[in-house]
């Protein structure tokens, strides 16, 4: 049995060329089932080719293709396009090779509404609550206890926080989870109400890795921890002729190239370790007003000097080896609504800012947060330490353009700040009642320009790297000078070894 708990597809751009491929990609590793992720809603095409090719598999006898599963959605009753047709709100019952059956129960994100945007919600779709979705879960394993399935998987995008409070529910076996990226190599055992045992796995992010378990039950159907074995692998076991055949087989459209680089980006510790790649994005921000005087396709951007570039680390959504980098390149990098934001705040939600990012690194985080999540704020023109023993920020520093030096930020000054749409609508902080709230939400906060559609991080970056071609003896980048040393090394060994 092969499962995705959801984030499929993801960023407004993706092609349908691109998803088409991806559809194929998952049809053809035998995908069982797959829950939706709040990122699955962005490209606005997705859910209705995969539902198109339900329906085409229906009219080939013995054909099918993989359903999405969501219990806990709550769709509306007028206007539904056609598409709504594919979530089933309804336990999958499936069957392995040797006979056995299995109950299958897919849940959505309970803040789902909270986490699209109006456009990508047009229809109003709704998920109940955490509370409302645990009571419906219970209602599903009766219901296939019932019809004698004692062998039950949950697949969750509700994140591993709230997975921990669904594995209390009986009958309950296996969780598949997703959306908090948390890597969990052995799985996490915990204990239902009922006493049993229950296995929360999670493999990561964005095919770093798949998880496989090997599945061990009583004849009761309760799971037996001692012979139970999960992992965590990296999928790049391909021989170097598979892997040619694959590229060449899902090949995406042609793309341009912007430069040749000496140096990779590998995204696996991207929440936390500094490398050249954010260093280098958050530099181009603060330079907005110079590189964009290079465009020829945009009008340059005449506003106030920026002070200070703030670059979100969850931002960058893939890697790359040395070599050649095109626009798909920096697509892919950025995959998310990136236009452009500059703003003017105070120094003292600066300083908020940044101590919600240093309390992301905290040993018992926030509802929503995780030790393996945290999420780092890369500055250009701005310097800060974090103390991940208080996760508190100090040392907060602005350089002053005219003198060049190194000046503590004031919380009454005012300063223009660089962002991003995506940095900057985040529902990041959690309240009390373990609801987002908007990261940048200040009645005090001053919007002085927002780009153009494409006047994107992907645009800006390719302005900077050819400019660095332009400078170079051989034509080839290297970003060396970015790849600054991290002064947190303890703290990342931690992490990582926790994750």
Do not use: C
């Not at 004849?219 to 965590?232: I, M, P, S």
Request: proline share 6%; glycine share 6%.
């Amino acid at each position: 049995l092969t499962f995705h708990a959801g984030d499929m597809a993801i960023g407004k751009r993706t092609s349908r060329v691109t998803l088409a491929k991806l559809l194929k990609i998952w049809r053809d590793a035998g995908l069982t089932a797959m829950t939706a992720g709040s990122h699955d809603f962005e490209p606005p095409h997705f859910f209705n080719m995969l539902r198109q090719r339900q329906l085409a598999a229906k009219k080939n006898a013995g054909k099918s293709f993989f359903p999405v599963l969501g219990v806990n959605l709550k769709l509306p009753s007028l206007s539904n396009p056609d598409w709504f047709g594919l979530f089933e709100r309804e336990p999958l019952i499936t069957e392995t090779d040797q006979g056995d059956k299995y109950g299958v129960i897919g849940i959505v994100d309970p803040q789902l509404p909270k986490r699209l945007m109006p456009i990508e919600n047009p229809y109003s779709i709704d998920s109940r609550t955490l509370s409302e979705t645990i009571e419906t879960i219970k209602k599903q394993v009766n219901s296939l206890e019932e019809k004698g399935i004692n062998k039950i998987i949950l697949l969750s995008h509700a994140g591993y926080q709230n997975d921990l409070q669904l594995a209390k529910i009986p009958g309950v076996d296996i969780i598949v989870g997703g959306s908090s990226h948390t890597n969990l190599p052995k799985g996490m055992w915990r204990t239902t109400d009922a006493g049993e045992p229950v296995l929360i796995t999670q493999a990561g992010r964005e095919g770093r890795f798949f998880g496989k378990i090997n599945a061990v039950f009583d004849a009761k159907g309760v799971l037996d921890r001692r012979q139970t074995k999960t992992t965590t692998q990296r999928p790049n076991e391909l021989s170097a002729a598979e892997r040619a055949v694959f590229k060449e087989q899902y090949r995406d459209t042609v793309a341009t190239e912007v430069a040749k680089i000496s140096l990779g980006h590998d995204n696996h510790l991207y929440k936390f370790r500094p490398g050249w790649l954010p260093n280098m994005t958050a530099d181009a921000m603060l330079d907005l007003k110079r590189l964009s005087a290079k465009s020829t396709t945009f009008p340059p951007y005449n506003g106030p000097d920026i002070d200070i570039a703030l670059f979100r680390s969850s931002n960058l959504r893939t890697s790359f080896g040395p070599g050649r980098v095109t626009t798909n390149t920096l697509e892919e990098l950025f995959p998310l609504n990136t236009r452009l934001r500059i703003v003017e705040v105070s120094g003292r939600q600066i300083r908020r800012i940044l101590n919600y990012s240093a309390r992301t690194w905290e040993a018992k985080p926030d509802p929503g947060m995780s030790l393996s999540d945290p999420v780092t704020m890369f500055p250009a023109g701005l310097f800060y330490m974090i103390d991940p023993v208080r996760s508190q920020v100090s040392n907060v520093m602005v350089k002053n353009k005219i003198t060049s030096r190194w000046e503590p930020l004031q919380d009454e000054n005012r300063y223009v700040v660089a962002l991003d749409r995506f940095n900057f609508i985040a529902e990041d902080l959690v309240n009390e009642k373990g609801q987002y709230k908007r990261l940048w939400g200040s009645p005090n906060l001053k919007m002085i320009w927002r780009a153009p559609a494409g006047q994107n991080l992907p645009w800006l970056l390719a302005l900077k790297l050819k400019e660095m071609v332009a400078a170079s003896p051989d034509g080839w980048v290297n970003p060396s000078d970015y790849a600054r040393a991290a002064s947190h090394h303890v703290k990342i060994q931690e992490l990582t070894q926790a994750n």
